[in-house]
């Protein structure tokens, strides 16, 4: 696979990762099984998708003890990408960018990912009672430690449309320009899709101009622009889309036409090429340090999904995508 290189060159990572969030967390946890998500691992890091993107909240904490499994046996291989900052209580998810919480919750995820050291040790959310300085310095000496390679800042997503989207990007930034005074910022992750393309506008440039590499969360909408989902279809309720506006039966059947559009691309390169695949290489065209990193608990998609970074979208695709109708549908 293609590899691309992050945090001004310094780090080299498979062009498509693997969203290890699925496995434990938000999406139908009643087929969830073990075996294989761990399959699915070592499926990724057999094709070169060495970037394994994970968190200590998803489970909570059951996401990494399973990568660590995977870990244990081929660490040389992987690209570990974990984040701090967040915890789930019964009723809500909070943020906790205290210093001491900070140091501690790292031991932990070492502890559990059985390494040594972390590649990419993200923010997942800046506390608001705590300055971000202070919390991006404790993450800076955790590096200087030799805990962690480098160090990442998860931008919230964008959910009320492109103009909504400008103005939360633009406090994004400006945080980022903040913490960058206290030590480099190597990554950052935030959505990206066909559906979701608001990081276009200012965070994604932002990022392109000082060679931070950009991963592309949720790249397959949800898993909508795979074109596997039909329009009233059920989810479990513990999964995050029996919640989202854009996955009613309604809104669904509103924006089957991206869909469509996908698969017209697609099949002008062949009979085995997928929207999902068109999805995700619209994706890496977006940009020479963008990794998108779709989620998944299932070897069959990984394979898939790893395919399409030797898919390479021509001038009159990357057009007929961006004619593409916006989705209907958001959190607002």
Not at 141 to 149: N, Q
Not at 216 to 233: D, E, I, R, S, V
Not at 288 to 316: D, F, I, M
């Amino acid at each position: 696979m293609e590899r691309r290189t992050i945090g001004a060159g310094a780090l080299a990572v498979g062009a498509v990762g693997l969203g290890c969030m699925p496995m434990s967390w938000a999406y139908s946890t009643s087929r969830q099984r073990g075996d294989e998500s761990l399959r699915a691992v070592h499926r990724a890091l057999d094709l070169g998708a060495t970037l394994l993107d994970t968190a200590d909240m998803y489970g909570p904490f059951t996401n990494e003890l399973l990568l660590g499994r995977v870990l244990k046996e081929r660490r040389s291989d992987a690209f570990v990408s974990t984040k701090v900052g967040l915890l789930v209580g019964e009723q809500h998810i909070v943020a906790n960018g205290r210093p001491g919480y900070v140091r501690r919750a790292c031991d932990a995820s070492l502890r559990r990912l059985q390494t040594d050291v972390i590649d990419l040790y993200q923010l997942h959310r800046a506390d608001p009672e705590v300055p971000v300085e202070e919390t991006w310095g404790a993450m800076a000496e955790l590096v200087r430690a030799g805990k962690v390679r480098a160090l990442g800042f998860c931008a919230v997503g964008a959910r009320g449309g492109r103009r909504s989207g400008n103005r939360l990007y633009d406090a994004t930034i400006r945080q980022l320009q903040r913490i960058q005074q206290v030590f480099p910022v190597s990554a950052v992750e935030a959505e990206l899709s066909v559906w979701s393309p608001e990081a276009l506008d200012t965070l994604l440039p932002w990022c392109e101009t000082r060679g931070i590499g950009f991963l592309a969360a949720m790249p397959l909408g949800n898993g909508f622009l795979t074109g596997t989902l039909t329009p009233g279809q059920g989810f479990e309720r513990d999964d995050l889309r029996a919640r989202h506006p854009r996955f009613t039966a309604e809104m669904m059947a509103a924006n089957q036409p991206i869909v469509v559009g996908l698969r017209r691309v697609a099949a002008r390169h062949g009979d085995h090429v997928t929207p999902a695949q068109v999805a995700l290489a619209w994706t890496l065209a977006q940009g020479r340090h963008v990794v998108p990193v779709p989620g998944t608990k299932h070897e069959r998609w990984v394979v898939e999904n790893a395919a399409a970074a030797r898919l390479r979208l021509s001038p009159q695709d990357l057009a007929e995508v961006a004619r593409l109708p916006g989705a209907q549908g958001s959190w607002e």
